[in-house]
Antibody, heavy 119, light 110 residues
Framework: QITLKESGPTLVKPTQTLTLTCTFS??????????VGWIRQPPGKALEWLAL???????RYSPSLKSRLAITKDTSKNQVVLTMTTMDPVDTATYFC???????????WGQGTLVTVSS | QSALTQPPSASGSPGQSVTISCTGT?????????VSWYQQHPDKAPRLMIY???ERPSGVPDRFSGSKSGNTASLTVSGLQAEDEADYYC??????????FGTGTKVTVL
């Protein structure tokens, strides 16, 4: 059974850096073709793809947020970490991590974690 | 890259069919056969319903089908059931390992 779970702060202040962790089980990020991505969803709004990390440590970012994002992995802990700098209230959203088993879709999703940006 | 365009809402009576469109450009929907569709119930995580334009993952009812023509992809739900009432999002590969999602469509079962 494949599971993913997001963890991190529920509240961050403007200008701070957000760090979110995705802990997964049921698959390996060393398997060729596999990736773990981050997608967010502001309250009442649409999904937005943020970043993707591949089994070979290749990393891809949304062009509009590339300068603020970093994605890394700890294979031994089955974790993928997303950092987003210079947080703003418009970044308030539920952040999901999801598995990409092969190009180009996400087949398993975490429950999501709501992050509120407010002073 | 801009979000793919979906109608805000769609509806149908139980047993009827509803089709949702997803319009992009030749750089995303029109350029690749990598359109996927996700169902999302309130306060839940998205669920993959269709991938690679018209492939269904195991466990997804065959009432759900996908297609594509030019820069527009479509999701059809046949034989609507109450549990199909949800938000639906399309997504497409957009080249250079980028992904783009649609604006979302709320499906109501009348």
């Amino acid at each position: 059974q494949i599971t993913l779970k997001e963890s991190g702060p529920t509240l961050v202040k403007p200008t701070q850096t957000l760090t979110l962790t995705c802990t997964f089980s049921g698959f390996s990020l060393t398997t060729s073709g596999v990736g773990v991505g981050w997608i967010r969803q502001p309250p009442g709004k649409a999904l937005e793809w943020l970043a993707l990390l591949y089994w070979d440590d290749d990393k891809r970012y949304s062009p509009s947020l590339k300068s603020r994002l970093a994605i890394t992995k700890d294979t031994s802990k089955n974790q993928v970490v997303l950092t987003m700098t210079t947080m703003d209230p418009v970044d308030t959203a539920t952040y999901f991590c999801a598995r990409r088993p092969r190009p180009y879709y996400f087949d398993s999703w975490g429950q999501g974690t709501l992050v509120t940006v407010s002073s | 890259q801009s979000a793919l365009t979906q109608p805000p809402s769609a509806s149908g009576s139980p047993g009827q069919s509803v089709t949702i469109s997803c319009t992009g450009t030749s750089s995303d929907v029109g350029g690749y056969n990598y359109v996927s569709w996700y169902q999302q119930h309130p306060d839940k995580a998205p669920r993959l319903m269709i991938y690679d334009v018209n492939e269904r993952p195991s466990g997804v009812p065959d009432r759900f089908s996908g297609s594509k023509s030019g820069n527009t992809a479509s999701l059809t739900v046949s034989g609507l059931q109450a549990e199909d009432e949800a938000d639906y999002y399309c997504s497409s590969y957009a080249g250079n390992n980028n992904y783009v999602f649609g604006t979302g469509t709320k499906v109501t079962v009348l």
